[in-house]
């Protein structure tokens, strides 16, 4: 049995080290943390390993770990931990320091067998609830849709693909526990507004979606209104960020124009708003959103008559009307001495 009183990863156990005790059988390790022990397949007599509290690195080369636990060669305790020596190892905001160290190995395993290739994936940490956090990363690696990925998968990178389509985004079960998603450098043009409320509306936590460097030119803004509105009056909190930053917007549709620059101003920090400008093919080429006199750029267009234009061509029609009417009676009066009605009627002088 080895002991280590100070919880310090002072402890290094190698199958060397075990070489030197060739009839060792059972082995425990009590409040002993160990980053990297070697897989003790070698040691030839060994047929039981205990681990009772203490740690063990968070590290996938200890996945053998899982294996000798399911297969009844080890005992692991429930007070076992995940082990990291420094905080300035992790890469999130949630540390694995601490956590079961079952909990994680399984993790682990389940998001190695999960994930697809050429992708790359990885347990960055549990948070409060107890769930992972799953880094998938697929950067520069030829796709062209949105890529099956481990369920819980949490923070997805996508940065220079082909994908034109992220509707997979609003309807898979397996994206509904993202909480950020990166697909800056793709071809994407469109984002289905109803797909987009339903799935936002369906969630209980933030995202942030990154669409920097695509090809949107416009965006279901009238839908992204409303789910700001709808949260605001049900005291939510959990409201979705993008960065749309260098995408060619169509500064030119004034039914998109005013909503989008409200949407760009007050409601998403994560985009830089100096990077969201137009389109270099409309009225506004290059200029930013943020500073367009959209009143003026999407003032309705003035009627084609005013009401003192309506007036004047009243006043002149009356008044062809009673130049045709003198030259009618002129006519009449010359021809057949016949005076007009209405000066028949008028009472003599």
Same mark, same amino acid.
């Given at each position: 049995m080895l002991k280590i009183i100070?919880?310090?990863?002072?402890?290094?156990?190698?199958?060397?080290?075990?070489?030197?005790?060739?009839?060792?059988?059972?082995?425990?390790?009590?409040?002993?943390?160990?980053?990297?022990?070697?897989?003790?397949?070698?040691?030839?007599?060994?047929?039981?390993?205990?681990?009772i509290d203490g740690g063990v690195g968070c590290d996938s080369s200890n996945l053998w770990l899982l294996d000798w636990f399911e297969s009844g060669r080890a005992s692991i305790s429930r007070n076992t931990t995940c082990y990291i020596p420094t905080v300035h190892d992790m890469a999130t905001l949630f540390s694995l320091s601490g956590r079961e160290l079952l909990m994680w190995l399984r993790y682990k395993k389940e998001t190695e067998r999960e994930c697809v290739a050429p992708c790359n994936c990885s347990v960055t940490g549990i948070k409060e609830n107890l769930d992972p956090i799953i880094h998938v990363d697929c950067q520069e690696v030829g796709l062209t849709e949105l890529p099956i990925i481990p369920h819980n998968t949490t923070r997805l990178t996508l940065d220079r693909n082909n994908i034109t389509n992220m509707s997979l985004l609003f309807t898979s079960e397996l994206y509904h526990h993202i909480d950020s998603i990166a697909l800056n450098y793709n071809r994407i043009s469109?984002?289905?507004?109803?797909?987009?409320?339903?799935? /936002?509306?369906?969630?209980?936590?933030?995202?942030?979606? !990154?669409?920097?460097? =695509?090809? *949107?030119?416009?965006?279901?803004?009238? /839908?992204?209104?409303?789910?700001?509105?709808?949260?605001? !009056?049900?005291?939510? =909190?959990? *409201?979705?960020?993008?960065?749309?930053?260098?995408?060619?917007?169509?500064?030119?549709?004034?039914?998109?124009?005013?909503d989008f620059q409200e949407l760009v101003y007050y409601q998403n920090y994560e985009m830089d708003p100096s990077n969201i400008r137009c389109a270099n093919w409309t009225s506004t080429a290059g200029q930013q959103v943020v500073k367009l006199d959209v009143n003026s750029l999407c003032a309705p267009d003035p009627p084609l008559l005013q009401p003192l234009d309506i007036l004047n061509i009243c006043m002149g029609i009356l008044l062809l009307m009673l130049i045709f009417n003198f030259l009618h009676n002129f006519v009449q009066y010359k021809r057949h001495g016949k005076l007009p009605w209405i000066i028949t009627k008028l009472p003599c002088c």
């Open positions: 100070e919880k310090k990863p002072t402890l290094v156990l190698t199958s060397q080290m075990l070489s030197y005790v060739p009839s060792l059988e059972e082995l425990y390790l009590v409040d002993c943390f160990l980053m990297q022990p070697e897989k003790l397949e070698d040691v030839k007599h060994l047929r039981k390993l205990h681990i469109y984002m289905d507004g109803e797909l987009y409320y339903n799935y /936002i509306k369906n969630r209980s936590m933030d995202i942030i979606i !990154k669409l920097a460097y =695509n090809g *949107l030119k416009t965006m279901p803004v009238k /839908i992204m209104k409303q789910v700001h509105n709808e949260a605001a !009056k049900e005291g939510k =909190n959990h *409201l979705p960020m993008f960065d749309l930053s260098n995408n060619p917007w169509n500064c030119d549709d004034c039914s998109f124009l005013p």
